[in-house]
Structures are given as structure tokens and as C-alpha cells.
């Protein structure tokens, strides 16, 4: 039988893979360079480094959380190429990992509402210019 501090982890870790499929089908939808399943790992590893902190060890989870920090700054580095003809890419979803990494330690650490809070306003903000009215206005403002 799972205990009470299992069951803890294992609802938070499923909230932030759903919450991490919201940004990583946006970022496939839009043709990212970057696979969706780096980001919803990152932010189920997140939640589930951070809940296991917070349950075991309690006082330890502030050094997780600086580790976590430190690894995703290395695989966001590893997300940004640089093109044969000069063009960056990749800065979006290095970013949106980024972002998705505090959405896994902020819903690993108890803060469920706020993690749900801050993926909508990451889709918000990676989604802005794929959205039809967004596009109409810059035709429209294109034409003038």
C-alpha cells in the first residue's frame, strides 16, 4: 500500500506532466526544434525531485531546487542551435523549459493553483502569434 507521502508525489508528478503537454503540444503544433517530451520530462522531474525533497528530507529541498536550477540552465544551453546560415533557434523552448521547470518545482512543492496559473500564462505568452486574431491585426496593420 502506497503512503500518504507517496500518494503526494505521485498527484503532484501527474499534475505537472499535464500541465508540461499543455507547452510541449504548443511547441509541436508550432514546429519547435525541440521534441515536446524534453519539456514534459523536465517538469515531471521537477515536481517529482522537489514533492520527494519536501516529503523525505523537508529541510533539504532548497539545495534541490538550486541543483534543478543549474541542470535545466545546461539542457536549455543544449536547446539553442545556430543554423548554417547564422539563424538562432531555439530560444523559445529553451525558455519555455525554462519556465515549465519552475511550473515542476512550484507544483512539486504544494503550490498546485499557482503551477496551473503560470502554464497559462507560458502558453499565453509562447501561443501569442499563432492565434487568428493576433494575425488579422498584423495583416491589417501590415496593409496600412
Known sequence: MLSESEIIIILRTNLAVLLGLAIAWERK???APVRGKSIVLATMTCAALTATCIQVFGD???RVVAGIVTGIGFLGAGMILR???GEVRGQTSAA???TMSLVGITVGSGHEILGVILTIMAYVII???DWPL???LKGRLARK
Open 96 to 98: 519555455g523549459l525554462w
Open 60 to 62: 533539504e529541498a532548497a
Open 127 to 129: 501561443a501569442w502569434e
Open 29 to 31: 503544433v508550432s514546429g
Open 83 to 85: 543554423s548554417a546560415t
Open 134 to 136: 493576433v494575425n488579422r
